[in-house]
């Protein structure tokens, strides 16, 4: 998985309680993101970052929080989960965002959510 | 705003019946179109990327060829283990990218 590193990678949690997942890179790459996979909406941006301290919002960002204190290392926060955020969380990496071979992403293996 | 739409939902065939899979896409600029494999339970695994129409890229059983409207994933002389759910991907913007809902592509020995 490109040297990505997603934890937890299961977790079953309660409505309201606040959740955190991590992903963790060992590729210095400089774009990282997380999106939310679904069935019937396939993938889904939620945050992405474009450096340490830099971040942007996606597609589905309402509930979500990011952090980006090191390169390695960008952090998906629900502050209080609901049931609609019961999914399957993937962290991507990419060297660039810009056209050209080095925008391709790399994806984790994922975190399953599951929000009782 | 970007849509991506892939057909068929799912697919079954038997091994060495070739076929191909779609993706039709509405974006004013292209930036990139990016197909994926994914197994069940695993992350999306990145098979190939292509910028501009006529462009082609192969691997090994697999062929994806790219026009100014759609693209297409052709499968030659499938095995069993090429069946996994495959997606393709529009570049939107700087660092966005668009899925489809994916394929699913089942190969019967």
């Known amino acids: 998985d490109a040297g990505i590193t997603q934890s937890p990678r299961h977790k079953v949690t309660e409505t309201g309680t606040p959740v955190t997942l991590r992903c963790h890179q060992t590729e210095n790459h400089r774009y990282m993101y997380w999106y939310r996979q679904d069935p019937g909406h396939g993938l889904r941006l939620i945050h992405y970052s474009y450096g340490v301290k830099d971040t942007d919002k996606g597609e589905v960002s309402d509930g979500y929080s990011v952090s980006r204190s090191k390169t390695e290392d960008f952090l998906l926060t629900l502050e209080s989960a609901t049931s609609s955020q019961t999914s399957v969380y993937f962290c991507?990496?990419?060297?660039?965002?810009?056209?050209?071979?080095?925008?391709?992403?790399?994806f984790g293996a994922g975190t399953r959510l599951s929000v009782l | 705003e970007d849509q991506v739409t892939q057909s068929p939902e799912a697919l079954r065939l038997q091994e060495g019946e070739s076929s191909s899979l779609n993706c039709s896409y509405t974006v004013s600029g292209l930036r990139g179109l990016f197909w994926y494999r994914q197994d069940p339970g695993k992350g999306p695994e990145f098979l190939f990327t292509?910028?501009?129409a006529g462009e082609e890229k192969e691997k090994e059983r697999l062929k994806a060829t790219l026009t100014k409207k759609e693209s297409f994933l052709h499968i030659t002389a499938p095995k069993p283990e090429d069946s996994a759910t495959y997606l393709c991907?529009?570049?939107?913007?700087?660092?966005?990218?668009?899925f489809g809902q994916g394929t699913r592509l089942t190969i019967n020995p």
């Open positions: 991907a529009v570049q939107e913007g700087a660092q966005k990218l668009v």
């Open positions: 991507a990496i990419s060297e660039s965002g810009w056209v050209g071979a080095k925008n391709i992403q790399y």
């Open positions: 292509l910028y501009s």
